[in-house]
């Protein structure tokens, strides 16, 4: 198995990531950044091409690595991954990284530092990482990821080298969930479709019914707003909604990392936690901690229902321009009301409501009231 089959759509950049990984280590740039919108996989791409620098074939065999698969598991010596659930990386958790990435490699050929979401770094924490991206230590190479390059200060992006991946087709997703996930052609598609790209996304459609559920009855509830009585209900379902499945969410990874805790440890499902690991296996159900994660979260769930509302006018725009030929509609389950509401709304309607919904998504991305937000989001999109 390849360290690149992991990867969706990026054909370009995976060319271009081996070759560097199988070129001259003198070469090799040492600090760079990893753009794609969400659901692009560019925390993929960094761990795969983390990977392949670390493998003694550059990730080139088609064979399972010892060194390969620690790195995509998480658990080689070598490579470290701050990947965070709260709002912002704090100044401490990079401190602590730029004193891991001072360190000699213990057994591979690289230090390698991954920074998931480097965008969530305030001014004076990205200032605190900057000497070290212009000037990284012999043996480090840092690997950051990011929405895009405008996301990141220019004093950052000026010293790394910049890989741009692209949205992965509706097909290469659906083949994905096919192979990988051996998901029913028929599911595997429709779940494609409504990702618009996400593979994250794709696979949640595709194996949890609550989660396809819930957006079958958001695209419903939008469709269906008449006056705001209908706006307020509608808000408070989907707030409803987005906390249980947040929490659920939340609930399953504790659980699954109580799970690896035990097994790595040696400790079988029922065994008493030893006093000495009992502190650190606490924390991972730390009820502080789960709600800190459940709030965040939370967030993601209504994020991604925004985009689930941009699609409904995204198809309104497509119907009344014609094109749906050449791009295809996405709520194919809803088409009818949708040709409906292209017939209602003018052009500049459906903008003003694709504007309303960006809105939102700032409001929501500065810590906004919730319900006020989706009250009035979904007030602006009555007819």
Known sequence: MSVWDSIVGQDQVVARLRAVASGDPKAIAQSW????????????????????????THGLSDEPERSSEQVLAGTHPDVSVLATDKITIGIDEVRDLIETSEQTPSIAPWRIIVIEDVD???????NVLLKEIEEPSPHTIWLLCA??????LPTIRSRTRIVNLAVPSTQAVAKFLETHDHIEPKTAARAARLAEGHIGVARLYATNERVMSDRAELVSGVLNLRRASDAVLLAGRLIDNAKAQAQSDVEDQAA??????????????????????????????????????????????????????????????????NAEQSVGLINLENRSSIT????????????????????????????????????ALFCALLP
């Open 33 to 56: 950044l990893i753009c794609g919108p969400p659901g692009s996989g560019r925390s993929n791409v960094a761990r795969a091409f983390a990977a392949a620098l670390e493998s003694p």
């Open 120 to 126: 969530r770094m305030l001014e004076r924490t990205t």
């Open 147 to 152: 929405p895009s390059p405008e996301d990141v």
């Open 256 to 321: 699954k990392q109580e799970a690896e805790f035990r097994h790595v440890n040696g400790l079988g499902e029922k065994d008493r936690i030893p006093p000495k690991l009992r502190s650190a296996f606490n924390q991972i159900g730390k009820k502080t901690e789960i709600k800190r994660r459940a709030t965040r979260r939370s967030r993601d769930v209504l994020d991604r229902d925004l985009n689930t509302i941009a699609s409904i006018y995204r198809d309104v725009a497509v119907l009344q321009n």
């Open 340 to 375: 409906n509401l292209a017939e209602s709304l003018t052009r500049q309607g459906v903008v003003d409501r694709l504007d309303a919904v960006s809105v939102a998504r700032r409001r929501l991305n500065g810590n906004s009231n919730q319900t006020i937000l989706f009250e």
